[in-house]
């Protein structure tokens, strides 16, 4: 089955659902499509909602008024291009890309255009976990009622900082946590700080050292607590 078939037999399931929950009949849906110039049958209706006919913006628009039972001018209901995708599942744009049948939904409501492959939603939902893991473990580090302190510590990160959280096996944010409970400032600010103005590479060797083991120390002190050894 191609990809286009694939999709067609999405859209025709979604709106035989549509006509059965609505009452109507394949004669009618029949009778409307050739008022608007489409030659169908009762047979050609059983073909669409099977996926046997090629979509067009044409026949889509036709099977919505229909749908809609603006034929009758009585117990109306409205049909949008949206609701010819289902709630959930996976629609086959290409070859090669498919996406979730919602985000298709909500683009023929009116939503921005934005595409995530199937991959792509279940890369995102992992980082959005990972992310949270980050957070949590974070606030276990950082004093209550800091969230304006570290963002402020975290815009004052740079090269240093990253490097310092890499070499401690920290997140960005778990250093911003411990920086905010040793000195409400970045490291690099820190140093500055403790340094002198003409203090030489050597020194600021030796207070960076000296401040990556007040963290590895304050870790140790806290994780200690978090787990409940004296």
Same mark, same amino acid.
């Given at each position: 089955m191609s990809e286009a078939e694939k999709l067609a037999t999405v859209v025709g399931r979604q709106a035989k659902k549509i006509r059965m929950d609505a009452g109507w009949t394949l004669e009618d849906i029949a009778r409307w499509a050739r008022r608007r110039g489409l030659k169908w049958s009762t047979a050609r209706v059983v073909e669409f909602e099977n996926g046997k006919i090629p979509l067009t913006l044409g026949t889509l628009l036709i099977v919505c008024e229909a749908l809609s039972g603006t034929k009758t001018l009585i117990d109306t209901r409205t049909v949008k291009l949206s609701d010819l995708i289902p709630e959930s599942g996976v629609?086959?744009?290409?070859?090669?890309?498919?996406?979730?049948?919602?985000?298709?939904k909500g683009i023929l409501a009116g939503q921005d255009v934005q595409l995530y492959g199937t991959a792509e939603v279940d890369e995102l939902l992992e980082e959005q976990t990972r992310a949270l893991s980050m957070v949590n473990a974070a606030m276990d580090l950082a004093p209550k009622n800091s969230n304006k302190l570290m963002m402020r510590i975290e815009h004052q990160h740079g090269l240093a900082e990253k490097r310092l959280a890499k070499s401690?096996?920290?997140?960005?944010?778990?250093?911003? @946590?411990? !920086?905010?409970?040793?000195?409400?400032?970045?490291?690099?600010?820190? =140093?500055?700080?403790? @340094?002198? !103005?003409?203090?030489?590479?050597?020194?600021?060797?030796?207070?960076? =050292?000296?401040?990556?083991a007040e963290i590895q120390d304050y870790l140790k002190s806290k994780r200690g607590a978090l787990s409940g050894d004296d």
């Open positions: 629609v086959q744009l290409n070859a090669d890309f498919s996406t979730d049948a919602a985000l298709v401690l096996g920290l997140s960005s944010v778990e250093l911003v @946590a411990c !920086e905010a409970s040793l000195w409400g400032q970045s490291m690099s600010a820190e =140093r500055a700080q403790r @340094a002198d !103005e003409d203090a030489t590479p050597q020194k600021l060797g030796r207070i960076t =050292r000296e401040l990556k």
